[in-house]
């Protein structure tokens, strides 16, 4: 039996076609921030916009909260102005000709202006850009924008927040100080919030949960570790951050022992992963992070790591504060460590070593 939506809860059910684009999604958003994370042209924005009443699905329902914003059963589609809902673009769009203060003013213009003045003062208080309320657009850094984009969006009280890559652009720090801001705020008024984004650094700030798109479906969905630190996907695994991703052939399967042994493809090498659907002979796919790879100038004994493959240092790269080197073991494998470590093991083109992984850092991908 499907379950009830509750009052501060967004529930999303949509199908539409657009030429050989698809869109086919069921799902529902408590109060916090939902992640929708994948590649470009997945359909995230397509499925914002629905919610928004920008776009209108070939059938399906939007609730937001109790009331349908939208549903082909019911014949009902409201327009965006009537379903209370904020949204935000990479792009703050503020006016330009207002200041601060007029901007965030726009949206409760209808209040009284005690009560207005009120509000508009906590919200910009809350973003930390008070001291900005005299300023024009022009003036203001892009975060500062964003800051006061997302104060205007907010000040409004609405239903359910969307949010398109809106801090692309701005670095860690200051993503990072935005978004405390954002769940400071949410912590007392508890609505929705979709988060769009196909950066993976974005989701592990967020961190709360996480709905995987691909070509108009959700192909996984969860708490953002376990989703994108355990992919099923390829192309999640290369938007997750898994540099290596390894052909191969399943040679062995061990019940007991919950795991299965996989030949490296075009090499004698064999690798250790977890247990999954396939069978002896099946072909597969490993997907493996560059940074959970460890480097061994000997063989490594008495270790839990389960794989242990002897190679050849094929090239270094140095890229920022990593060495990015990559290692010939039959197959190719790319492995990151600091340079401090580098300089410690005195790493150089053609050096033999050992690469070391552990059985559940090897993922098998469709």
Sequence with gaps: MEREIGPSELRVRARLA?????????????????????????????????????????????????????????AVNLPPES????????????????????????????????????????ILQLFHVEHLADRKPAELSGGEAQRVALARSLVTNPNALLLDEPLS?????????????????????????????HDRAEVDALGERVIVIEKGKIVQQGA?????????????????????????????????????????????????TPLTYAKQGDSVRIAIRAGDILLALEKPSNLSARNLLHGAIHSLEQRSATM?????????????VTLSAA??????????????????SCHIVE
């Design 18 to 74: 657009r030429n050989a684009f698809q869109l086919d999604v069921d799902f529902v958003v408590p109060p916090g921030i939902t992640i929708l994370f994948g590649p470009s042209g997945a359909g995230k924005s397509t499925i914002l916009d629905c919610v928004a009443g920008l776009a209108a699905p070939d059938a399906g329902e939007i609730i937001i909260g109790v009331p349908h914003a939208f549903s082909t059963k019911r």
């Design 83 to 122: 379903r209370q809902i904020a949204y935000l673009f990479q792009s703050p769009a503020l006016f330009p000709h207002l200041t601060v203060k007029r901007n965030v003013e726009y949206g409760i213009s209808d209040f009284l202006p005690g009560p207005r003045e009120n509000d508009v003062r906590e």
């Design 169 to 197: 652009g701005l670095d860690a720090a200051l993503k990072n100080s935005i978004i405390a801001d954002l769940r400071a705020w949410n912590a007392v008024h508890e609505i929705p919030i979709l988060y769009v984004t």
């Design 224 to 272: 953002p570790n376990e989703v994108l630190n355990a992919p099923r996907k390829e192309r999640l695994a290369l938007a997750s951050g898994f540099e290596n991703i390894l052909e191969g052939t399943v040679k062995e399967v061990r019940l007991e022992d919950g795991v299965m042994r996989v030949a490296l493809k075009d090499s004698s090498s064999t690798v250790e």
């Design 324 to 336: 990015i080197c990559k290692v010939n073991a039959g197959a190719v494998f790319e492995v990151h």
């Design 343 to 360: 300089r410690a093991l005195g790493l150089r083109e053609g050096m033999e070593l050992w690469l070391v992984l552990k059985t559940y």
